[in-house]
């Protein structure tokens, strides 16, 4: 092993000295899986044609289930240490990227990502927050924090603290799932948030049902009155999002516009 250790630091000595220049580093394949890595879909702002920031949606990559969506495990990691040390993760791992991208010449305006609201909850949230965000020389702005409508219904005082202090420090915060919950629009009056995140179930059949276009537009209406921005989720065809912009959404998020992608094919 020693052998090998000391050949391998020979190599690398010799790479160094014909190219000393700094290298890009090498980026991963597509098919090159990660323990836990984001797939990105665009948040997509079809009133100013620009694109507003990624949906960063955590997987889970095994090697006998497969890839797992986040949502999957989450209630389990909702009940262990693991949900603070995959929401350390997570704010890190977006970190990195937009680092990354930077140097390469991209500009990133603002990753969204769900945390668990155990993780939220914590006293130390916000200070653990700022204190990776200020390892990185990262900006609040940068990040939107989502948290799912039926976990919110259960918070506690702290967690509405840490909402309040991520907004306070420029970080966006939206809730997602909406309209899923009896209290949503209770919670909605109370709770100062950036942007709902329409549940699906709406959008879905925003398009072919009467009843789902009308509690849709009430929402949507009621949101402006408080003046929440919505995001439009699973808008997949042309139908759903000509429906979204007769009732003045036009932050859109769906395969219309972009399916869920590795980094390396969507930036």
């Known amino acids: 092993m020693a052998e090998e250790i ?19 580093p090498r980026r991963k394949r597509p098919n090159e899986l990660r323990p836990m890595e984001y797939l990105f879909m665009q948040v997509y702002d079809t009133n100013s044609n620009i694109i507003l920031g990624y949906d960063a949606a955590l997987v889970i990559n095994d090697k006998k289930l497969g890839t797992l969506t986040y949502d999957r495990v989450a209630s389990v990691a909702s009940r262990s240490q693991l949900a603070s040390r995959v929401g350390k993760w997570q704010i890190e791992e977006v970190c990195e990227l937009i680092k990354r991208q930077n140097s390469y010449g991209k500009h990133i305006h603002r990753i969204f990502i769900t945390l668990t609201a155990k993780y939220l909850t914590r006293a130390d949230f916000y200070t653990e927050f700022t204190k990776i965000l200020a390892k990185y020389d990262m900006p609040h702005k940068r990040f939107g924090i989502q948290i799912n409508e039926a976990e919110l219904v259960a918070g506690t005082e702290q967690l509405f603290e840490n909402i309040r202090l991520l907004r306070e420090g420029g970080a966006k915060v939206c809730i997602t799932d909406f309209g899923s919950e009896s209290t949503s629009l209770r919670k909605l009056a109370t709770l100062q948030v950036d942007y709902v995140k329409l549940n699906r179930d709406f959008t879905r059949d925003v398009a072919t049902s009467e009843r789902a276009a009308g509690i849709t537009e009430g929402i949507i209406d009621l949101c402006e009155k408080l003046n929440v921005l919505v995001i439009a989720d699973g808008i997949d065809t042309k139908e759903q999002l000509n429906e979204m912009k007769r009732m003045r959404c036009f932050l859109i998020e769906g395969n219309y516009f972009s399916a869920p992608e590795r980094e390396i094919a969507v930036f």
């Open 6 to 24: 000391k050949k391998e630091n020979t190599q690398v000595t010799e790479v160094k000295a014909k190219k000393p220049a700094a290298k890009r």
